[in-house]
């Protein structure tokens, strides 16, 4: 009985050193750089971000937004311009000499109309006016006020985009990272298993191990091959979310380049410190305030409408038939002879009161709308900062506890292995000691992804780079 108890024992022993040979097996570090290989490509976090910047969706989209408010911009500059409209008419008419002035020796009047298509002649007619505008009550200026700013709330806009593409960049960066450090661990605990359950099965022949034992290394073996499958479905879904946000193809074959999960290297100032600069950086802020000087100039332009607008024109008319004689009396209207132009001036008075109070009402609610806005994100803005900065000291905590539970563990599995192999252990013990490593490790890989993340939560809602990630 004792003979069968050592050969179990000296089995177990076997399959933990191999599980241990995997788990322990130091990782092979690649060269960081941006490059393809064959149709591999390879990046790293700053190359992810420089084409999230660049090619990602929302800021590509958010960019004809400018071109829009660009166009809004010369449409109010044009305002400062001479206008001019002209109508052309031409077309045929019967011919016609003579004057509306005087008689004829026999009396009769002194013009003759021809009829009929014989008699029929070309005439042209030109028509319109030039308008210069002289004062508008501020119309003009505040609505180039307002549209210049309108251009900068779509220029904050796309840094706006960007910042959320890079926050996204390296939460599935850091995210692909962590998954992909997880399922190596329990790739080479599947490989000592699967050779394990080899062995056994071969020893199983020679009645050195019982069925039992084997079944119990196929469910074990089975388990980890579970979790494998779902690590690897997540890599796979990771990947093609990071493709989404750098705008690449989904056929794109992507690789990262960094091979090991650390902590971002970040050197934090005091928590006052970047509440300041929250309002002097995020995106969200600058564009209220930018949408509140936009909607001040706009209230002023709806109000002008109280009073009446100069402006100087020249009308311009001009028309020519060569088959009608010219009429010179000055009180004859001749609508195919004639030709005149000059400068006047003039007003332009909108005498409708309701219509434009109730425009500025509406330009005056939106105004106070966005006050209030300004005071929520007044207050709630440093609660953001706030709560992501504890978020980065409590995972820097839990990432200093688990660092030092990680190294524990491991120094516990080795012992226990070293005990076992002297003949001193207990294999349990082993067993023990590597299910304790495998969670401490684990635990440590998720407070660094979190302490990552937490990192990227307060570069956002700052609105500047907070850890010493340069790209």
Not at 315 to 328: D, F, K, L, N
Request: charged share 25%.
């Amino acid at each position: 009985m004792k003979a069968q108890r050592r050969r179990i024992g000296l089995w177990q022993g076997v399959v933990v050193f191999t599980l241990l040979l995997g788990v322990l097996t130091p990782c092979t570090y690649a060269e960081p750089g941006d490059e393809e290989s064959g149709n591999i490509l390879r990046l790293t976090l700053p190359d992810c971000i420089k084409r999230a910047v660049t090619d990602n969706p929302s800021v590509q989209e958010v960019k004809w937004d400018v071109a829009l408010r660009q166009s809004e911009v010369q449409q109010a500059e044009a305002g400062y311009q001479p206008t001019a409209e002209f109508v052309n008419l031409s077309g045929v008419v019967n011919d016609a000499k003579g004057s509306l002035g005087g008689v004829r020796p026999n009396g009769r009047p002194n013009f003759e109309q021809f009829g009929g298509l014989s008699h029929l002649g070309g005439f042209t007619r030109v028509e319109g006016q030039i308008v210069y505008p002289l004062f508008t009550w501020g119309k003009l200026p505040n609505g180039l006020k307002a549209a210049n700013k309108g251009l900068e709330q779509e220029i904050v806009n796309v840094d706006q985009k960007k910042a959320e593409a890079i926050r996204e960049v390296k939460e599935y960066y850091y995210t692909l990272l962590y998954t992909q450090q997880v399922n190596a661990l329990l790739s080479d605990v599947r490989e000592g298993f699967d050779k394990a359950v080899k062995t056994a099965d071969e020893r199983l022949k020679d009645n050195k191990v019982t069925q039992i034992d084997v079944l119990n290394l196929k469910v074990c073996y089975a388990g980890v091959a579970k979790e494998t499958q779902k690590l690897r479905n997540g890599i796979e879904l990771t990947k093609a979310a990071l493709l989404r946000v750098m705008g690449l193809p989904q056929s794109t074959s992507l690789e990262i380049v960094d091979t090991a999960l650390v902590p971002q290297p970040a050197h934090l100032q005091d928590l006052d410190y970047y509440v300041q600069r929250l309002f002097a950086n995020r995106p969200e802020w600058r564009k209220l305030r930018i949408g509140i000087q936009a909607k001040e100039a706009e209230l002023q332009m709806a109000m002008s409408d109280y009073f009446p607008t100069f402006f100087l024109s020249v009308p311009v008319r001009y028309g020519y038939a060569p088959g009608r004689s010219r009429q010179t009396n000055p009180w004859a209207h001749d609508d195919f002879n004639f030709g005149g132009g000059g400068p006047v001036f003039g007003l332009h008075w909108s005498l409708n009161f309701g219509e434009t109070a109730a425009k500025v009402a509406h330009s005056r609610a939106e105004l106070m709308k966005l006050h209030s806005q300004e005071k929520t994100a007044e207050l709630s803005f440093p609660v953001e900062v706030k709560e992501a900065y504890l978020d980065v000291k409590e995972a820097e905590e839990r990432m200093q506890i688990t660092a030092e539970g990680r190294k524990a563990g491991r120094a516990l599995v080795t012992l226990s292995a070293a005990n076992f192999e002297l003949g001193i252990g207990e294999p349990q013990d082993v067993f023990l000691g590597l299910g304790n490593y495998t969670r401490a490790a684990n635990d440590y890989y998720e407070a660094v992804k979190d302490y990552n993340l937490a990192l990227a939560k307060l570069s956002l809602v700052v609105g500047e780079e907070v850890s010493e990630l340069q790209y």
